[in-house]
T-cell receptor, first 113, second 114 residues
Framework: AQSVSQHNHHVILSEAASLELGCNYSYGGTVNLFWYVQYPGQHLQLLLKYFSGDPLVKGIKGFEAEFIKSKFSFNLRKPSVQWSDTAEYFCAVNKGGSYIPTFGRGTSLIVHP | DTGVSQDPRHKITKRGQNVTFRCDPISEHNRLYWYRQTLGQGPEFLTYFQNEAQLEKSRLLSDRFSAERPKGSFSTLEIQRTEQGDSAMYLC????????????FGPGTRLTVT
């Protein structure tokens, strides 16, 4: 069965620090990749997605992610975090052609001002 | 607000009771999904509809669970004879056929079974 691993469950940073959240998946075929974010008290929303093409994907609020096929990874990055980035971040993977994503367990990010 | 809405936002029920949740998707979206999320976990897929047809169900969806989307618009998720293990956040999402992989989530219904 396909699985999605987010190795960092809790991350605490100070403002202006750089962020990298890991995401690895186990499926070997074509995949579509997503990062979702859930701010405190709000619903899940899409941060960025990868379907094909340039493996470096830019999303909203200065986030980016890089798809490395050989490593089955889709890590999320931001060069300088802000207090407002405090949220839960979820990586999700669709097998190519499937409408159903498998989510990782999430990473809780706390940014101290 | 034209996003996905869910009702109720919170539900507390006693074990053995039946509960029903409602989801209203974004109006032009023809695909609707239900997920369950427990503490410390990501959302887990339960079932999805394309228009009024229920096309896929997870093994998580036991026979106590039933979902409907009778007119291809709103959907309901019913849990019969609730158990304490059913306590979770139930999320609904919808997507547009032209961008089927991008889902828009509602705020969820938090169920507590006592």
């Amino acid at each position: 069965a396909q699985s999605v691993s987010q190795h960092n469950h809790h991350v605490i940073l100070s403002e202006a620090a750089s962020l990298e959240l890991g995401c690895n998946y186990s499926y070997g075929g074509t995949v579509n990749l997503f990062w979702y974010v859930q701010y405190p008290g709000q619903h899940l929303q899409l941060l960025l997605k990868y379907f094909s093409g340039d493996p470096l994907v830019k999303g909203i609020k200065g986030f980016e992610a890089e798809f490395i096929k050989s490593k089955f990874s889709f890590n999320l990055r931001k060069p300088s975090v802000q207090w407002s980035d405090t949220a839960e971040y979820f990586c999700a993977v669709n097998k190519g052609g499937s409408y159903i994503p498998t989510f990782g367990r999430g990473t809780s990010l706390i940014v101290h001002p | 607000d034209t996003g996905v809405s869910q009702d109720p936002r919170h539900k507390i029920t006693k074990r053995g009771q039946n509960v029903t949740f409602r989801c209203d998707p974004i109006s032009e979206h023809n695909r609707l999904y239900w997920y369950r999320q427990t503490l410390g976990q990501g959302p887990e897929f339960l079932t999805y509809f394309q228009n009024e047809a229920q096309l896929e169900k997870s093994r998580l969806l036991s026979d106590r669970f039933s979902a409907e989307r009778p007119k291809g618009s709103f959907s309901t998720l019913e849990i019969q004879r609730t158990e304490q293990g059913d306590s979770a956040m139930y999320l609904c999402a919808s997507s547009l056929q032209g961008s089927v992989y991008e889902q828009y989530f509602g705020p969820g219904t938090r169920l507590t079974v006592t």
